[in-house]
């Protein structure tokens, strides 16, 4: 049933994003186009925050367990963070990369049904379990965006146009992103504290996460003190990122961390 379900909203999702998409970029200049645009988008973003609470009341616990219900709420975070961008700053190319992004990841979880299960192990059951990763999921996908906004800077400069407040974006959602990471750290230790007696462990995953933090620190500290260097901080960005989908992903894959107690379920 759950299944189902996911596959239904996940279609109808994508339908809706792309729908709105292409009518955000159709030059038709009806007065209904920019409100239907953004209601497709809109709605089409809500369909899977109202399918995560169902699952919520469905599993009786949060649905953050394993490696696909994280994407759900990545999907659905980075999605939710394009609209905004585009609401606030007029950037049509925002949602474009920001929904690719979501339905890439609803298209993996619909290629990887996920089982359902409700048990969650003894660790699991503390209250330090659904705050820890919700705000590193959303940290992750602040910091998605991050690098979609650095890329689209490295375009302009490779074409020899430079746009600051561009780069400014770039530093805000660094900004929180980082914030939120940082969050996800002290909960981690809180919850590790709590339920192994141990706030650090240096587990494969916690090492991975520590390197990821400093290199967005690194990045903040490189942009404060040289604010009118852009090209080596970009490019660092990109970097960034990609070390935070190892630790995100790629640490599940390692030999080392197969005994790993931070090692998602599929």
């Not at 619909?110 to 590193?136: G, R």
């Not at 009118?228 to 901080?233: E, G, R």
């Amino acid at each position: 049933m759950g299944v189902l379900n996911f596959n239904i909203v996940a279609i109808t999702s994508a339908i809706l994003w792309i729908v709105g998409l292409i009518l955000l970029y159709l030059p038709l200049k009806k007065s209904f186009q920019p409100f239907a645009s953004k209601l497709l988008i809109f709605t089409g973003t809500f369909l899977i925050f109202i399918y995560l609470i169902y699952l919520w009341v469905m599993l009786g616990h949060a649905p953050l367990r394993t490696l696909g219900q994280t994407r759900l709420w990545y999907s659905l975070f980075i999605a939710s963070i394009g609209i905004l961008i585009f609401y606030k700053w007029k950037m049509k190319w925002v949602p474009v990369f920001s929904i690719f992004f979501s339905t890439l990841f609803l298209l993996i979880n619909f290629l990887n049904p996920e089982n359902f299960d409700k048990s969650l192990m003894p660790a699991l059951q503390s209250i330090w379990f659904v705050p820890h990763v919700i705000v590193y999921i959303f940290g992750y996908a602040m910091l998605a965006m991050s690098t979609i906004i650095a890329l689209k800077c490295l375009y302009l400069i490779n074409r020899n146009k430079f746009d600051k407040n561009l780069v400014l974006l770039a530093d805000n959602t660094v900004y929180i992103g980082f914030a939120f990471l940082t969050l996800g750290l002290l909960f981690g230790a809180l919850w590790a504290k709590e339920a192994w007696g141990q706030y650090w462990t240096w587990d494969p995953k916690e090492i991975w996460s520590f390197v990821t933090w400093l290199l967005y620190l690194l990045y903040i500290h490189f942009r404060f003190y040289h604010k009118n260097k852009v090209l080596l901080p970009l490019w660092l960005l990109v970097l960034s990122f990609l070390i935070l989908l190892i630790c995100w992903f790629g640490i599940n894959y390692l030999p080392a961390a197969q005994t790993s107690i931070h090692t998602y379920r599929s």
